[in-house]
């Protein structure tokens, strides 16, 4: 119910208060009557045909650096982890 | 799509659960509940309790508000499709939540209605612009993400003079619902589910900020981190939580920075605060009724208010017998302790909350096979 998809801001009418987004090419109008600024080129949370809020590229390169901050450098095709193959509902 | 494949990637996946299994303590287990039915389904779509280490469980909290829509209120729209002839608007998830006797909006469409799925309250808006001699109600369900579109529909209808339109409100709070489940939850005598920790909502803390759960974290004493609704996100999100109780920490943390901030998206906020305020109490299905945690109209805003236009009242109509949606609501079973689980009640035939939406926790057990591993 909550889903809200990223959307790319493609063109802006300032006096309707609207945008046309772009999801991955598919273009849909949003309302932008929730968010104080936008600006075309911005990705925004897009959920029942409004702009929820702005998603921050910078955050998310920083998100990203936190886990491989944590978990040390990443290895590609990396088998599955053996050891968690367990139901995990025994424990209650 | 860009900002969700980055936090799919699979071999960070990998990595995050096998830094989890290094630093979960051998001796002890960690009982996480995502409140989100989003977290519930991608949880089972990704298959993230099987990767996770044993010791890490994750119980599925109420947080979909299709879920835990009462019958009462379904009965209420039902009664004021067919009985004032009004158009109803809604979102899709709405239409085949069930009744009493196994009514929804859908056997009341075949039965003449005039009920029409939209996707957002500007469609319904729409509908009552052309359609000037017909009552247009949108019947509104969701937690803090949805309810601001809905301010928004009532202001705009206000301005504009759309006199025909109203709303049925079914907003809820969550805060308010992480809140009545803690009070429940009581480790110490065994009788309900110790819950360790909170993944906490993510698209409603796009509004509501991560602030509101402090008071959450500092009265229970549990850790509540924000979590985003991709796999890493959770994962990460888990691997922040173990370590806060290894270190015997109880703190808010946000792991979903790029959408949430502290406080939030204060414009949305405030148009919420201008058009809605709070009622004494509001039945969820499967909690009961929780104080102050549904919101109505104010009184300023009458007139769109469906429930005062059409002096619509709510009837108490009990929950299905042997439905076991309260107890896994509260984290306390597992859909499939529940003896109707599959039987009777299956995702095309819901009987109880937690089959009703994709987001529901016996849905996603249904969905992902889950009940056949446990077989």
Same mark, same amino acid.
């Not at chain 1, 702005?54 to 978990?71: G, N």
């Not at chain 2, 009982?31 to 991608?42: D, K, L, P, S, V």
């Not at chain 2, 949430?260 to 299905?285: D, Y």
């Given at each position: 119910?909550?889903?809200?998809?990223?959307?790319?801001?493609?063109?802006?009418?300032?006096?309707?208060?609207?945008?046309?987004?772009?999801?991955?090419?598919?273009?849909?109008?949003?309302?932008?009557?929730?968010?104080?600024?936008?600006?075309?080129?911005?990705?925004?949370?897009? *959920?029942?045909?409004?702009?929820?809020?702005?998603?921050?590229?910078?955050?998310?390169?920083?998100?990203?650096?936190?886990?491989?901050?944590?978990?040390?450098?990443?290895?590609?095709?990396?088998?599955?982890?053996?050891? *968690?193959?367990?139901?995990?509902?025994?424990?209650? | 799509?860009?900002?969700?494949?980055?936090?799919?990637?699979?071999?960070?996946?990998?990595?995050?659960?096998?830094?989890?299994?290094?630093?979960?303590? !051998?001796?002890?287990?960690?009982?996480?509940?995502?409140? $989100?039915?989003?977290?519930?389904?991608?949880?089972?779509?990704?298959? =993230?309790?099987?990767?996770?280490?044993?010791?890490?469980?994750?119980?599925?909290?109420?947080? $979909? +508000?299709?879920?835990?829509?009462?019958?009462?209120?379904?009965?209420?729209?039902?009664?004021?499709?067919? #009985?004032?002839?009004?158009?109803?608007?809604?979102?899709?998830?709405?239409?085949?939540?069930?009744?009493?006797?196994?009514?929804?909006?859908?056997?009341?469409?075949?039965? /003449?209605?005039?009920?029409?799925?939209?996707?957002?309250?500007?469609?319904? =808006?729409?509908?009552?612009?052309? #359609?000037?001699?017909?009552?247009?109600?949108?019947?509104?369900?969701?937690?803090?993400?949805?309810?601001? !579109?809905?301010?928004?529909?009532?202001?705009?209808?206000?301005?504009?003079?759309?006199?025909?339109?109203?709303?049925?409100?079914?907003?809820?709070?969550?805060?308010?619902?992480?809140?009545?489940?803690?009070?429940?939850?009581?480790?110490?005598?065994?009788?309900?589910? +110790?819950?360790? /920790?909170?993944?906490? !909502?993510?698209? @409603?803390?796009?509004?509501?900020?991560?602030?509101?759960?402090?008071?959450?974290?500092?009265?229970?004493?549990?850790?509540?981190?924000?979590?985003?609704?991709?796999?890493?996100?959770?994962?990460?999100?888990?691997?922040?939580?173990?370590?806060?109780?290894?270190?015997?920490? @109880?703190?808010?943390?946000?792991?979903?920075?790029?959408? @949430?901030?502290?406080?939030? #998206?204060?414009?949305?906020?405030?148009?919420?605060?201008?058009?809605?305020?709070?009622?004494?109490?509001?039945?969820?299905?499967?909690?009961?009724?929780?104080?102050?945690?549904?919101? $109505?109209?104010?009184?300023?805003?009458?007139?769109?208010?469906?429930?005062?236009?059409?002096?619509?009242?709510?009837?108490?109509?009990?929950?299905?017998?042997?439905?076991?949606? +309260?107890?896994?609501?509260?984290?306390?079973?597992?859909?499939?302790? $529940?003896?109707?689980?599959?039987?009777?009640?299956? !995702?095309? #035939?819901?009987?109880?909350?937690?089959?009703?939406?994709?987001?529901?926790?016996?849905?996603?057990?249904?969905?992902?096979?889950?009940?056949?591993?446990?077989?």
């Amino acid at each position: 119910m909550c889903l809200a998809v990223p959307a790319e801001i493609i063109e802006i009418d300032r006096d309707a208060n609207m945008a046309v987004v772009s999801l991955e090419g598919v273009r849909k109008q949003a309302s932008l009557a929730l968010l104080e600024t936008a600006s075309v080129g911005d990705f925004v949370l897009l *959920h029942v045909g409004f702009a929820l809020s702005i998603i921050s590229p910078e955050e998310a390169r920083k998100t990203l650096q936190m886990v491989d901050e944590a978990c040390g450098p990443v290895t590609r095709n990396m088998p599955r982890p053996e050891q *968690h193959k367990g139901d995990g509902d025994e424990v209650a | 799509m860009k900002w969700l494949d980055d936090f799919r990637d699979r071999d960070r996946a990998f990595a995050l659960a096998n830094q989890l299994a290094e630093e979960v303590q !051998p001796d002890r287990s960690y009982h996480f509940m995502e409140f $989100c039915g989003g977290h519930t389904h991608a949880i089972f779509r990704y298959g =993230l309790q099987d990767l996770v280490p044993q010791t890490i469980r994750y119980l599925h909290g109420p947080g $979909c +508000p299709v879920c835990v829509l009462p019958a009462s209120r379904v009965e209420m729209s039902i009664d004021l499709a067919l #009985n004032h002839e009004v158009i109803l608007c809604t979102y899709g998830d709405v239409m085949r939540v069930p009744s009493r006797q196994n009514r929804s909006l859908i056997t009341a469409k075949a039965a /003449g209605a005039d009920i029409r799925m939209v996707y957002s309250v500007s469609d319904c =808006l729409r509908i009552a612009r052309d #359609n000037p001699a017909r009552e247009v109600v949108f019947l509104a369900i969701g937690f803090e993400t949805t309810t601001p !579109p809905s301010a928004i529909g009532v202001l705009q209808a206000k301005q504009e003079k759309i006199d025909n339109f109203s709303i049925l409100s079914n907003h809820l709070l969550t805060p308010s619902a992480i809140n009545h489940i803690l009070d429940l939850s009581s480790p110490e005598d065994g009788s309900t589910a +110790p819950i360790d /920790g909170f993944l906490g !909502p993510a698209h @409603v803390s796009a509004i509501i900020g991560s602030r509101p759960y402090q008071a959450i974290a500092d009265e229970h004493q549990r850790p509540v981190v924000v979590a985003g609704f991709e796999p890493l996100d959770i994962l990460q999100s888990t691997l922040m939580l173990v370590r806060q109780i290894n270190e015997g920490r @109880v703190a808010v943390e946000n792991q979903y920075a790029r959408v @949430v901030t502290e406080t939030g #998206n204060i414009q949305a906020q405030n148009l919420v605060n201008k058009v809605f305020e709070r009622r004494s109490s509001f039945e969820w299905r499967g909690l009961g009724a929780i104080a102050r945690s549904g919101l $109505c109209l104010r009184d300023d805003y009458a007139s769109f208010d469906a429930e005062r236009r059409f002096d619509l009242r709510e009837h108490k109509i009990n929950d299905v017998k042997g439905c076991k949606c +309260p107890n896994i609501l509260r984290g306390e079973m597992k859909p499939t302790d $529940c003896k109707l689980f599959g039987t009777v009640c299956t !995702p095309d #035939n819901p009987r109880g909350a937690c089959m009703v939406s994709s987001e529901g926790a016996c849905a996603a057990y249904w969905s992902y096979g889950r009940h056949m591993a446990a077989a």
